[in-house]
Antibody, heavy 121, light 110 residues
């Protein structure tokens, strides 16, 4: 059974930092692209970032480029999202999602339950 | 900011057919495949349809997807009360070099 468990969310002041983790199990982690997607309260889904399999290439939404960094540790079956210079508009539930293959354009076939990030003074 | 446009709401009575549209451009739907997700209230999204028209494992046959040019559609035939949820389309965008989601459609079963 594929499981994705996010952690690291919480309350942080504007300008602060948080590091989210997503622990994966139930599949060969190193064979799949991994992603982060967020959803602000009462709003729609917004793609945040993607990390590839072979060259660990990274992709970011314009709204987080230069502030967020995605990384993965295949030995620990974990993907991370380092979030710096946080703003109020970054407040959202952050979902970790597994892609359907090693291709960047594939669907997100499994999702975690999400971790809540609140940016407020 | 969503790049793919969906109607904010759709509704039908049990047993009816409901269709949700998703409009994009040549850099996303026009050059890539479309995926559809269902999000029940208070839960994580779930993959419904991938690669335009392929049902994900366990998804009932009443859900179907199609794509033509820069638009895509999700159809729910034989609408059931448990289909009441938010639905999102998504695709890879070559210009943005990332994924884009639709604005989302809330389906209500009357």
């Amino acid at each position: 059974e594929v499981l994705l468990l996010e952690s690291g969310g919480g309350l942080v002041q504007p300008g602060g930092s948080l590091r989210l983790s997503c622990a994966a199990s139930g599949f060969t982690f190193s064979d799949y692209v991994m992603n982060w997607v967020r959803q602000a309260p009462g709003k729609g889904l917004e793609w945040v970032s993607t990390i590839s399999v072979r060259d660990f290439s990274t992709h970011y939404a314009d709204s987080v480029k230069g502030r967020f960094t995605i990384s993965r540790d295949n030995s620990k079956y974990t993907v991370y999202l380092q979030m710096n210079s946080l703003r109020a508009e970054d407040s959202a539930i952050y979902f970790c999602a597994k892609s359907g293959s090693l291709q960047l354009w594939r669907d997100f076939d499994y999702w975690g339950q999400g971790t809540l990030v609140t940016v407020s003074s | 900011q969503s790049v793919l446009t969906q109607p904010p709401s759709a509704s039908g009575t049990p047993g009816q057919r409901v269709t949700i549209s998703c409009s994009g451009s040549s850099s996303n739907i026009g050059s890539s495949v479309v995926h559809w997700y269902q999000q029940l209230p208070g839960t994580a999204p779930k993959l419904l349809i991938y690669s335009n028209n392929q049902r994900s494992s366990g998804v009932p046959a009443r859900f179907s997807g199609s794509k033509s040019g820069t638009s895509a559609s999700l159809a729910i035939s034989g609408l059931q009360s448990e289909d009441e949820a938010d639905y999102y389309c998504a695709a890879w965008d070559d210009s943005l070099n990332g994924h884009v989601f639709g604005t989302g459609t809330k389906v209500t079963v009357l």
